[in-house]
């Protein structure tokens, strides 16, 4: 005795959801190459896992039943569709006989026949060969979150990264001038002037020798 349904009518596809944990459905087509070569792959699965009320397997003619396939979204044969209590959670496109296992096995679990029950899908409705919804979060471990960076400290950085810069390559003394410049935060503030008795404040000072020498003193 066969354990697959063959769906006749849109009543008996929904009475077949309302009443079945689990419903592993093969829309094909008997056109479809590739639907006829993992059939007899569909039924050994269903030989194996089939339980009353708990998981069935499916077979949904899309060109007799054209309304469900509409309905679920059905645009290329053979497509599984697995549904746990109503609502489809994983949808594998293409005959991959290893693929196709994989997620029956799953769907095995979640019935809570032949295995332990549980959330065996992480998140609903896989195609194969995609990577799943995108989540918000970011990388994965990255713990990425640009609303901690601030903004205004690393445009001040770079401000003074371009300035030591600026002020390194124009002056003889480059060290000296990094230093001394406005733009080095670890700039320590000027020793306030000192006047000797009898000078006014903001008396002019007496020349100073050039810290870099002249071609004349090298002559």
């Given at each position: ?10 009543a ?7 009443g079945t ?31 009353p ?16 396939s509409r ?27 290893p ?13 809570g ?20 919804p ?15 960076w ?5 445009f ?13 390559f ?30 006014a404040p ?10 870099f ?7």
């Amino acid at each position: 005795m066969s354990n697959l349904v063959n769906i006749k009518s849109t009543a008996e596809w929904q009475s077949l959801l309302s009443g079945t944990t689990v419903v592993i459905a093969d829309f094909y087509a008997d056109w479809c190459g590739p639907c006829k070569m993992i059939a007899p792959h569909f039924e050994r699965l269903s030989k194996e896992y089939a339980r009353p009320k708990k998981v069935a397997f499916a077979k949904v003619d899309v060109d007799s039943q054209s309304d469900i396939s509409r309905a679920q979204g059905v645009s290329a044969m053979p497509t599984f569709k697995i549904f746990h209590n109503g609502s489809c959670v994983d949808t594998i496109k293409g005959a991959n006989p290893p693929a196709l296992a994989e997620a029956v096995s799953k769907a095995v679990k979640l019935a809570g026949a032949g295995g332990a029950s549980g959330n065996a899908y992480i998140t609903p409705g896989r195609t194969l060969g995609s990577s799943g919804p995108a989540t918000s979060r970011g990388w994965p471990g990255a713990g990425l979150n640009l609303r901690a960076w601030n903004f205004g400290a690393i445009f001040k950085l770079i401000i003074s990264f371009v300035g030591l810069y600026l002020v390194s390559f124009f002056s003889f003394d480059a060290r000296g001038a990094a230093e001394a410049s406005i733009f080095n935060v670890h700039r320590k503030p000027p020793p306030p002037k000192r006047t000797t008795p009898g000078s006014a404040p903001g008396s002019a000072r007496p020349p100073q020798k050039p810290a870099f020498k002249t071609m004349a003193d090298l002559g």
